[in-house]
């Protein structure tokens, strides 16, 4: 059965250039209507849509509920529940922010919609063009981070996974670049690392996704996740500290509190026995400490813990508990 669904989603019919472009059309004048409301209007609405979706997309609302058992094992089922329809709902919202972030945020009204905690010494070494790799999870509002990174005049780049949709994704990077940040498409960005980094500029990863059978193994909630080798070997290589950026959204509102949840500086693995292994939980710690702040911001709904580590594959790891 399962070998069967794998041969389906090979042999998927791609969607033509003619079907893409409606798709792209239809969905920019529906965003056209969309923005003739108010931000919090919109987002009202996206909160329905998003407790539709839980309750018609089974295959997202079942994963929800696994994952969110085997993270929070001591939480009733009606807390469960609650959890992940509030999660669906954070995600529509989420759309809803990439469209009107930048109609809304400008540098003269920041303060308006964001507020920030321990981000001062990351933002004296991005001014001082010290280069440094900013991670952030799939949770809360992780977009908006780069687009007021980009709108304060910081030299960032942000590694992303183009659409198959060839005109949603000139959009989206549109959108994504219009105040300054650069996007560089996964495949081809080990080629402008070196150059990204000897000027100074700082590198963004979205880091929480499974890394399939080549990952390296750390403890995300109380279970093994495969989780890519690329941003600690980037670090050791080239010295670089890692800044963990959590953008959550404050009650429903087009508002954000934007924290550094861990600053992890390269003296501090210089001792360690495995040096990307420590990296690499140490920046999953932080993203499960923050998750736990608010876990109804976190995608639930993503495959985070679809692939399995072999028997004795992956060493124990014990990670110091930080105050």
């Known amino acids: 059965m399962a070998e069967e669904k794998r041969k389906r989603k090979r042999h998927k019919r791609k969607k033509t250039v003619v079907e893409q472009w409606l798709t792209y059309v239809l969905l920019r004048i529906f965003l056209f209507f969309v923005c003739l409301f108010p931000v919090e209007k919109v987002l009202k609405f996206a909160r329905f849509l998003g407790r539709g979706m839980w309750k018609y997309y089974a295959g997202g609302r079942e994963r929800a509920i696994e994952h969110l058992r085997a993270s929070f094992p001591e939480k009733d089922d009606a807390w469960i529940e609650r959890t992940g329809i509030r999660s669906f709902e954070q995600l529509v919202m989420l ?22 905690k321990n ?9 001082g063009k010290e280069p440094l790799l900013l991670v952030a999870a799939h949770y809360g509002n992780f977009e908006i981070m780069g687009y007021l990174l980009g709108e304060f005049g910081f030299d960032i780049y942000s590694i992303a996974r183009p659409f198959d949709n060839k005109f949603l994704n000139k959009y989206l990077y549109d959108v994504r670049q219009k105040k300054s940040q650069k996007i560089i498409d996964k495949k081809g960005a080990s080629q402008q690392m070196d150059d990204i980094i000897r000027q100074g500029s700082a590198l963004c990863f979205i880091a929480d996704q499974n890394a399939g059978k080549k ?5 995300f909630f109380g279970r093994k996740a495969s989780t890519y080798k690329s941003i600690g070997l980037l670090a050791i290589q080239y010295n670089l500290p890692i800044g963990v950026g959590v953008s959550r959204r404050v009650g429903d509102r087009f508002f954000f509190e934007i924290e550094i949840a861990r600053l992890i500086m390269p003296a501090e693995w210089k001792d360690k026995d495995d040096p990307l292994l420590w990296i690499t939980q140490e920046y999953t710690k932080a993203f499960e400490d923050s998750i736990r702040k608010a876990p109804t911001q976190y995608w639930w709904i993503h495959r985070r813990w679809k692939t399995r580590p072999k028997n004795g594959q992956q060493k124990q790891f014990i990670f110091s508990n930080r105050s």
Do not use: C, T
């Open 95 to 116: 759309a809803v922010d990439v469209v009107f972030s930048p109609r809304l945020i400008h540098k003269e009204n920041w303060e308006q919609y964001s507020r920030y």
């Open 119 to 127: 981000v001062e010494r990351v933002k004296w070494m991005m001014q």
């Open 215 to 219: 990952g390296i193994f750390v403890d």
